[in-house]
């Protein structure tokens, strides 16, 4: 089906139904959350019938950038691989004889892939599209908490353009808006007029914080449709300062860049040094990890200032704005127009 891994999910899932009373846990309790990636998988066992019942909680950080393929595209796909593998016939033994570098070096790079593997609508791991699945309210309804950071597209930038081959220079400010995005060289003027260079203090900038805003008012999107059937808890991670540890430094700031939020909610470190996050940022690991936990717990954050989004209200909602050392409601509306969604929403059909 191409879902292999969404299916290991769910065995894992099964077995933690199975076994977890043996460890003092409760299957009846079960919370799964994941980050990027693992975000988008969330969404996926969200929308997928065969993992109905198998947890009562969700959590999404950065995954509301989802993307699926069909069953045709997926199995394209895999005659890619396999080919480039050397393994025409396509037979499990030779794709079992590749080694891991040949696997690797032909899957693509994880940020800068020439082969995109999504969640595939195979009709029976996913009946439908992940967004449809949202909006339809034909998920398994569970209360959710999902967010994102607020410089999104920054991670990406420096990864794509600054550390690969320098920063973006004006005259190409066009071209790198139509692959980042990725959209038509012939319609990239227009998200330019949008974000004119004249309003950044550089080309890095003015694209990231393009990228940035449409994953946010994505997100946005995202909430306003679990919260008509779910209780949903929406927030933006915004500390500017949040220590980046994934890459090197930048031409530009990171600011709170795709997967800064990781770092707050637990011990990323895995022996390597990193910068410490000073006082007021632990207060708020302090507040994000209570909010989680308590979350796990019950299917509330534990703390009264933060609502659950109701899509319904005149200013469109309420949101957390996780901010050192004290997170602080923010009206969606605040929320849309910092991120431009008049003029995203329109695109993403919200």
């Not at 794509?160 to 004006?170: M, R, V």
């Not at 703390?303 to 997170?327: C, I």
């Amino acid at each position: 089906s191409g879902n292999y891994g969404l299916l290991d999910q769910q065995f894992a899932l099964q077995w933690v139904a199975r076994n977890i009373a043996a460890f003092g846990g409760d299957a009846r309790q079960v919370t799964i959350f994941g980050q990027s990636a693992g975000g988008v998988s969330v969404y996926a066992q969200l929308a997928s019938p065969l993992a109905e019942g198998l947890f009562q909680r969700a959590i999404v950080q950065s995954g509301a950038i989802f993307q699926n393929t069909t069953l045709a595209t997926a199995e394209g796909q895999g005659v890619a691989l396999a080919t480039a593998l050397g393994c025409d016939d396509q037979s499990a033994a030779c794709l079992r004889a590749a080694s891991v570098e040949a696997i690797l070096a032909n899957q693509g790079a994880p940020i800068a892939s020439t082969l995109d593997w999504y969640p595939v609508v195979d009709g029976r791991v996913l009946q439908q599209d992940l967004q449809t699945a949202l909006k339809s309210g034909l998920f398994n309804r569970v209360p959710v908490i999902e967010g994102s950071t607020h410089d999104e597209g920054r991670l990406y930038l420096a990864a794509l353009f600054d550390l690969a081959g320098g920063p973006i220079t004006a005259d190409r400010y066009e071209d790198a808006i139509s692959s980042f995005l990725p959209v038509p060289l012939a319609v990239a003027p227009y998200f330019a007029a949008r974000y004119p260079l004249a309003k950044y203090p550089s080309p890095d900038l003015a694209l990231g914080t393009m990228e940035s805003d449409l994953e946010a008012c994505v997100t946005r999107a995202t909430s306003r449709s679990l919260s008509s059937f779910v209780p949903t808890y929406a927030y933006e991670f915004a500390d500017e300062n949040a220590p980046e540890v994934l890459l090197p430094p930048a031409s530009f700031p990171y600011g709170a860049a795709h997967g800064t939020d990781v770092q707050y909610i637990f011990d990323v470190t895995s022996g390597v040094p990193e910068p410490p996050l000073d006082p007021s940022q632990r207060a708020l690991s302090r507040a994000m990890i209570r909010y989680w936990t308590s979350f796990a717990r019950s299917g509330v954050p534990s703390d009264a200032d933060w609502p659950a989004y109701q899509a319904s209200d005149v200013q469109g909602g309420t949101l957390l704005s996780l901010v050192p050392p004290s997170p602080r409601q923010e009206p969606s509306s605040s929320f849309a127009a910092d991120h431009q969604c008049d003029f995203w929403d329109p695109l993403l059909g919200s």
